[in-house]
């Protein structure tokens, strides 16, 4: 077996050194990987399942190994393969997904540790991936499991024209987004009239994200370790006070600003608004900058990006109240604005499926290993149907992509400032990543907001729900085991 892996290495070293890894194919005798074929699930995009499909046949023809890639819906990828790996079935043997997940699957055993592998694979360059990504989206528990394929952070996207005409400043805070869409909304521009604010709020289209980014301002101001989710001493949930309440009022009041049928739209759905030219404000991952600039938009030279918006005020945790910032409650406030910007997700990320037979386990590393290189990382993340968004240092440090994406260097600039602006917030906020947390996420507070937005319940009534359905999922799961994993998480360091 030693010997039969030393081969192995020896054989890839060899395809590396001819440049096998590199964006054109080459067709070098003994590739590692003949006759190896391996299942990858993802969620159905196109975004993320894509470019997996697009560069899997190079891959093949670079190293032997087929690639399928399998697509599910979004809402049924946990679920899918926590079920897959726990009951022995094993269909896929490596997966691209959230990996807040992480916690689920590591404990359960389902994800190969990396760190050997990338220790040995000197093309993935792990130093150039952003430490933020490298810390977060790719370890738990101090081991390596996932290689980031995307980087993900919530900013708002404004339209320059429509702004310079009413005179009318980028948003600091929520109150000026809100302000910004009520002036704005129904003007016309181009022969279309815009609407002020475009939001996805359809059901399972991770709304519970947006309320984060919205509600973020108002709760965490001491730094990442604060926390946004939980009291880091009793895991109480910091959603029943009044900064959580007035981020559900902002949430709502945008809805009178936007598209009629808002409450039913997709991301998909918003971002073909904000192309063709319909949409004055967005919040959104990475994915508009590129989308932007793509054949057909009606925006590319009338987009802006700029870090999520704040509040002047922050909840005192003691009494839920509302105080106003100062060098005490806000000490990262910028010109009395708390920023506290959101990485929603923390980037789609690769994993290996520990039940893989050794050489699969290889070959889907090495796969996941090729999709991040920066040779086609540096591609991929300019291109706006990709889904991937920058998150190697390179993606940052060289233009040159972008331009030949078709961004203006002015635009360039500012969009990878806005996202380096928020990885480089000591005020950033933290995805939530203890066990269970699609169950916080993705279904308690996914359903209560959509309650909320259709008029089930005020923005207080909401407020106290969640409190109570989350107490109640802690309580099933074990109080002193979800704070110990949350304080854990806090502590990771960008």
Known sequence: MKRSKSLFWVVLAVVLALGAFSSAPTHAQGKPFDGVELNIITFTGPQIAEPLQRRAPDFQALTGAKVNVVIVPFSDLYQKILTDQTTGTNSYQAFVFDPQWMGDYVTAGILEPLDDRIKKDDKIQWDDIGPFFRDFSATYGGKIYTVPLDGDFHMVYYRTDVLAKNNLKPPQTWDDYLNIAKTVNGQEFDGVKVYGSCIAKKRGEQGYWWITSIAAPFIQSLGTSQGVFFDTETFKPLVNNEGFIKALDIYKETNKYGPPNELT????????????????????????GTLAVEPGSKVADKTGAVITPGSKQVIDR??????????????????????????????????????????????????????????????????GKTGFNPYRISHFKNLEPWLKAGMSEAFAKNYLGAIQDSLNSPNMVLDLRIPKNQQYQGVILDTIISQFLAGEFDSKGAAAEIEKQWEAKTDEIGRDGQLKAYIATLGVKK
């Not at 971002?271 to 919040?283: D, H, Y």
């Not at 409650?329 to 910007?341: E, S």
């Not at 980037?347 to 037979?357: E, I, L, Y």
């Not at 590393?365 to 990382?377: E, G, I, R, V």
């Open 318 to 383: 003691k009494t839920g109240k509302l105080v106003d910032c100062d060098s005490k409650t806000c000490p990262y406030a910028i010109d009395g604005v708390n920023h506290a910007p959101f990485a929603a997700y923390g980037g789609w990320s690769g994993g290996v499926s520990a039940a893989a037979p050794d050489k699969v386990k290889d070959a889907a590393y090495a796969f996941l290993s090729y999709m991040s290189q920066p040779a086609q990382s540096g591609v991929d993340v300019t291109i």
């Open 265 to 288: 739209i997709g991301v998909g759905d918003t971002r073909g608004l904000w192309t063709a030219g319909q949409c004055a404000q967005t919040i959104d991952w990475g994915d508009i």
